[in-house]
């Protein structure tokens, strides 16, 4: 597949050795890939309950990825030039800052501009990002789960449409 076009980014991982003593477990530098829809992604770690297993020494950037169950997700998502993203939704709770670039957080009727360090607290709505400009974007992505928020006694269900 081919890479984004901005810069990879550097992870540290560390972990202990068999005295208790922190170490750095991995020192690497990850390109993001471009996906099918055309977005860039490179995923930093995943885990899959919460608290989080820290002792394990898999590497958890490797792991399998699906959306948010139970665990936690880090990933970089770079957003190609004058690119709409498609609306969906995650029943998570998405901690987002903006790398690189500026951004569009598109909601039901409603858009957002985020300039780069811009911070969005997305709790589960239906969202998609929207690059108007010339250059590619970076955000980073935290992704916890969540409950599912009620409204007139019905839970709001993950919307992943975009990807069928």
């Known amino acids: 597949m081919p890479q984004s076009p901005l810069p990879p980014i550097h992870r540290v991982v560390t972990s202990h050795n068999h005295e208790a003593q922190a170490k750095v477990s991995s020192n690497t530098s990850l390109p993001a890939t471009i996906l099918p829809h055309g977005v860039g992604e490179a995923i930093l770690w995943t885990t899959d309950s919460i ?31 004058r690119s709409v993203g498609s609306p969906h939704r995650t029943i998570s709770l998405d901690y987002v800052v903006v790398l690189r670039g500026t951004v569009f957080l598109s909601l039901d009727g409603h858009r957002v501009e985020v300039r780069e360090g811009g911070v969005v607290v997305q709790q589960a709505s239906m969202h998609g990002w929207d ?32 990807l069928s």
């Open 51 to 81: 608290p989080a297993d820290v002792a394990s020494p898999e590497d958890r950037g490797l792991a399998p990825v699906g959306f948010v169950n139970g665990g936690s997700i880090l990933r970089i998502v770079d957003l190609p030039p």
């Open 131 to 162: 690059n108007e400009t010339e250059e590619w974007a970076r955000i980073l992505c935290v992704m916890v789960p969540a409950q599912p928020p009620v409204f007139g006694g019905k839970a709001l269900e993950m919307d992943l449409s975009f």
